[in-house]
């Protein structure tokens, strides 16, 4: 009897490769520590993600949540035009409840799951005024950087007036960063840096999504495996969200029947920084989140280009094709899939590296 292509190893998406081997990751420390701390959570998450898509792309087409394709993007994402976004708002909640039952105890978990919820909301106004408006901006930048701004710094004073982040932030090889009170700036300059790269980040189909499983997963292992300095809590929150964007990768792959928006990627961020501050893992964020910081850093660097060398005529130099990084790799005629697969596998070979260089 033949094998259904869909049922045979061959016929795998490379995003089942990639939802396996983030549950392998897990399973094997949860083996190593002797706690399942980390697949539970995954697991559960991953299925009820799936299955709220499943249940509620079809609600999101009926509302005529269509996304709207900037005209100066890739001409061949033109036909991506009307597929659902705001597909945040049906799996970013589980995440946060699932991550929450961990240990519902914890007022920190409360903190997260109020800073992630709180930047789903300002991603789904700004997704929401893009699709009233028909266009591809909805809040003006300065708008919605003030609306993020005020969040985390909320939610910094909350954690500051309970002492939840520390004075000094851990570097590799045992070297410490001592900071005090301007570890407050510098979280809310990763919560503002960190939401925009996944925001950019999220430009081809199952990208965000990929990418975003594997450094929760990646921040998940580090806090288990780093003994007396882990945090079996915040792990087990992480490996929810890892779950979470692997069940909507279920449905966000190529070719996608529905995308995050502005209100998952920006919720993503924010959870992946607070979770950094509250567990001394800006280290391990910044290395793990390498593809994030290449998407901000590449339009960062060609709006600097383009102006730093604009004529008389009005036009510069660029520095890539098209940025943010994923577009220079598409117009330079890699195939869509292609690319994310690439940024995955650059993705878990960053989560290699920083674990390997745990203390």
Known sequence: MQVPASLSPAGRSPAFWLGLLVLGACLLSDGLTRAAQLTPPLLVAALL??????????????????????????????SKAGTPTMGGLLVVPVGVIVGGLIAPSDPRLLAVAAITLAFLAIGGFDDWRSLTRRTNTGLSPRGKLLLQALAAALFLAWAAWNDWIGATVALPFGL?????????????FVFLAESNATNLTDGLD?????????????????????????????????????????????????????FMGDTGSLAMGAALSAVALLSNSLWPLLLMGGVFLAESLSVILQVWVFKATKGADGQGRRLFRMAPLHHHFELAGHPEQQVVVGFWMVSVLLVLIALALLP
């Open 206 to 258: 199952g990208l965000a999504a990929g990418c975003g499983a594997v450094v929760f997963c990646g921040l998940a292992l580090q806090l288990m495996l780093r003994g007396h300095l882990g945090d079996p809590v915040l792990a087990g929150f992480s490996a929810a969200m890892a779950g979470t964007w692997l069940g909507f990768l279920a449905h966000n792959r190529h070719p996608a029947s529905v």
């Open 176 to 188: 410490a960063l001592p900071l005090g009170l301007l570890i407050l700036p510098l979280g809310l």
């Open 49 to 78: 993600s799936w299955a709220l898509c499943r249940w509620g792309v079809p609600k999101l087409r009926a509302l005529k949540l269509g996304q709207v394709i900037r005209q100066e993007g890739p001409q061949a994402h033109h």
